[in-house]
């Protein structure tokens, strides 16, 4: 009698593991190795300021993110994800700027780019058409529209003055695909200064993006 319990239990465990092994990597084909979407959703953003290891946030700013996706499957458990997308950043930074009078003014950003992620996306499939996604990579960003208010005047946040126009940087998050449906949260953070300091330490982007979609 305890040797068939035994040997039940091996089977059991045996079943177990196989299971676990196909729930947490697929090595199979997708059906359907291309993919396309619809995306949208909102940004939390902010300018992080570094110098010589002291490091502060400015303000955050909320804007919205648009775009089209689209993904590869190479097994099912890990795709190439990419897109392209009108993300809107930015910042407000108190008592940043002097006028001509020595008068003290706040400045506020406004900075849409046309971004495009390139990210490695391990995905873990569950029953009734559900999917964990966990993705990371890189991002390219090229300003296009945005308008930055110092005090009472208003300027062209990408011109020479604010805002370099191109930006790099990397993202990590995770995402839960139910169906057709599919909720995001990725932190991205900027690697390059996007303003000119003159030597005196950077400003990169920092944000927070949670995105809705629809995959088609």
Request: charged letters at 20%.
């Amino acid at each position: 009698m305890k040797k068939i319990i035994f040997t039940a239990l091996l089977a059991l465990l045996s079943v177990t593991d196989a299971s676990a092994q196909l729930l947490l990597w697929d090595s199979s084909k997708p059906e359907q190795p291309y993919g396309y979407g619809l995306r949208a959703g909102m940004n939390i953003s902010n300018l992080h300021y570094s110098y010589e290891g002291i490091g502060m946030n400015f303000d955050s700013r909320q804007g919205f993110r648009v775009g089209l996706s689209a993904e590869y499957g190479i097994v099912k458990s890990f795709y190439l994800n990419t897109g392209v997308y009108l993300t809107f950043k930015g910042a407000d930074m108190k008592d940043m700027a002097v006028d001509e009078h020595d008068r003290i003014l706040d400045v506020s950003v406004v900075a849409g780019y046309l971004e495009i992620p390139i990210q490695a996306s391990y995905r873990i499939n569950l029953p009734k058409e559900s999917q964990i996604q966990v993705n990371f990579g890189p991002y390219f960003s090229c300003g296009a529209v945005g308008q930055t208010k110092i005090g009472r005047d208003t300027e062209s946040t990408f011109s020479k003055d604010v805002l370099r126009r191109f930006d790099v940087g990397f993202g990590t998050g995770v995402g839960y695909t139910f169906r057709h449906v599919y909720l995001g949260f990725e932190y991205q953070f900027g690697l390059p200064s996007v303003m000119d300091m003159e030597g005196f330490g950077k400003i990169v982007n920092r944000n927070i993006a949670i995105t809705l979609g629809y995959n088609f």
